[in-house]
Every structure is written in C-alpha cells, then in structure tokens.
Nanobody
Framework: QVQVVETGGGLVQPGGSLRLSCAASGSIDSINAMGWARQAPGKQREFVAVITSGGSTNYAASVKGRFTISRDNAKNTVYLQMNSLKPEDTAVYYC?????????WGQGTQVTVSS
C-alpha cells in the first residue's frame, strides 16, 4: 500500500506565494510521474502540473510561468511552488503519485487566495 500526504495549504492574499509538499510512503520500489491537480468548488478536478522520474515537467496553461513543480527522489517528495497567486487559484490541491502502473492520490490540501 502507498500513502500520499499533502501539506502546505492555507490562506494567502492575491499576488502572494505558497509552497505545497507531498510525500509518498509505503510499498514503493520506484516512482514514475508525480503531479498535482486541483478542484475548485462546483468544478471538475483539473490538471495543474506533472514531473517525470527524469525531471521533465508539464504545466496547465493557466499556471505556466507562475507555478513550479519539483521533486526530491531520495525523499519520495514532490513540491509545488506557487507564485503570483490569483483568486481563481482557490481550490483543493491534490497530489498524485504513479508507482508502477497504479496512481495514488492524497486527501488534498485547501488553498484559498483572498484579500
């Protein structure tokens, strides 16, 4: 079994920054891709960013240039640095981790951007 836990959410003013972390633990031999998705109230969950085991990254158009995804393979951890936050970034942010052919999700962490 694999556990995925996100931390780092909170309330921030527009234009501010937050850093999310996500740690995977349990029956892990190797992790492939790690990524982030988000779900705003009344909307479907949407892709935010992904990073492969080799370090290649991809971003949603709405966050490109403002968010940066990175990972620490030794710690089985992925990060999401979020800068220049906007009210429309308000959502529950979910981490996902691909171990072999399975994808595991965390419980989510709330990010609220408001003055």
């Amino acid at each position: 079994q694999v556990q995925v836990v996100e931390t780092g959410g909170g309330l921030v003013q527009p234009g501010g920054s937050l850093r999310l972390s996500c740690a995977a633990s349990g029956s892990i031999d190797s992790i492939n891709a790690m990524g982030w998705a988000r779900q705003a109230p009344g909307k479907q969950r949407e892709f935010v960013a992904v990073i492969t085991s080799g370090g290649s990254t991809n971003y949603a158009a709405s966050v490109k240039g403002r968010f940066t995804i990175s990972r620490d393979n030794a710690k089985n951890t992925v990060y999401l640095q979020m800068n220049s936050l906007k009210p429309e970034d308000t959502a529950v942010y979910y981490c996902n981790v691909q171990v072999r052919t399975k994808t595991y999700w965390g419980q989510g962490t709330q990010v609220t951007v408001s003055s």
